[in-house]
């Protein structure tokens, strides 16, 4: 579902984000992806939404070449891919329903599959009874649960999160961890970018290391 190959991004002549990058994700398969502070988890998120492109090597999602992607492409390719920040980028002064339904809005989704779409994302992440409060009055587990609703309401094949429990105790962190399980198991992709050493031991999945732009671990398929 996620390809790199030989990639490296380079974002001025003397510095090098990312080197010689290797790695696949199959589909329904759930990885982290970790490193130091400018290791270069970021970038490699950037590169499969598009945000960045690579110097040099192939980003493939999907099946996509993305190298090669006309611009005016991009909008369509970013549909299939949910992203979840760690401070959500939720809209305050906007219902609970009104933040999830937003990405359907901007794909022009009619009003009557809205709110049913809307309504089964919200149960996922069990706020189904929450969806007529601002995310204002809500927790912090909470507002993460509403970015995730959010980020999985068009259903995308693959699901990125970046620090996506950066502000929460390890007991919140866990539940997150657990509703990206299940996402996997229905067939997303998932990739989360952490520092987390201590969650990420917990739930032992394949971990892919950045150090210094080089993936040292994780880059063999499975291991
Ligand atoms: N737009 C940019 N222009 C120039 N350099 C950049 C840009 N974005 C990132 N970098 C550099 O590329 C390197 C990798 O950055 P990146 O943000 O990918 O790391 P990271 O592993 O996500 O770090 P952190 O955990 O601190 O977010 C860093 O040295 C950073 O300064």
Do not use: W
């Not at 992203?83 to 809005?105: G, I, K, S, Y």
């Not at 779409?117 to 706020?127: T, Y």
């Amino acid at each position: 579902m996620i390809e790199f190959r030989q990639v490296t991004k380079r974002y001025d002549s003397d510095h090098t984000a990312l080197r010689q990058v290797n790695f696949s994700l199959a589909r329904g398969e759930l990885a982290f992806l970790t490193g130091h502070s400018g290791a270069g988890k970021s970038t490699l998120l950037k590169l499969i939404m598009v945000m960045e492109r690579p110097s040099a090597g192939e980003v493939i999602v999907g099946g996509q070449m993305l190298n090669k992607l006309p611009k005016r492409q991009i909008p369509y390719i970013r549909r299939h891919i949910g992203v979840v920040f760690q401070n959500h980028q939720l809209l305050f002064d906007r219902t609970v329903f009104d933040n999830v339904a937003m990405p359907l809005e901007v794909m022009g989704v009619p009003a009557r599959d809205i709110g049913r779409r809307v309504r089964a994302s919200l149960d996922k992440v069990g706020l189904l009874n929450k969806e007529k409060m601002s995310p204002l009055q809500l927790s912090g587990g909470e507002q993460q649960r509403v970015g995730i609703a959010r980020a999985v309401v068009n259903k995308p094949p693959v699901l990125l999160a970046d620090e996506p429990t950066g502000n929460l105790d390890p007991e919140l962190s866990a539940d997150i961890m657990h509703l990206f399980g299940q996402f996997s198991q229905v067939g997303v992709t998932v990739l989360i970018a952490s520092h987390d050493i201590a969650l990420i031991n917990d739930m032992q999945r394949r971990t892919l290391t950045l150090d210094h732009g080089q993936l040292i671990a994780g880059g063999g398929h499975g291991g």
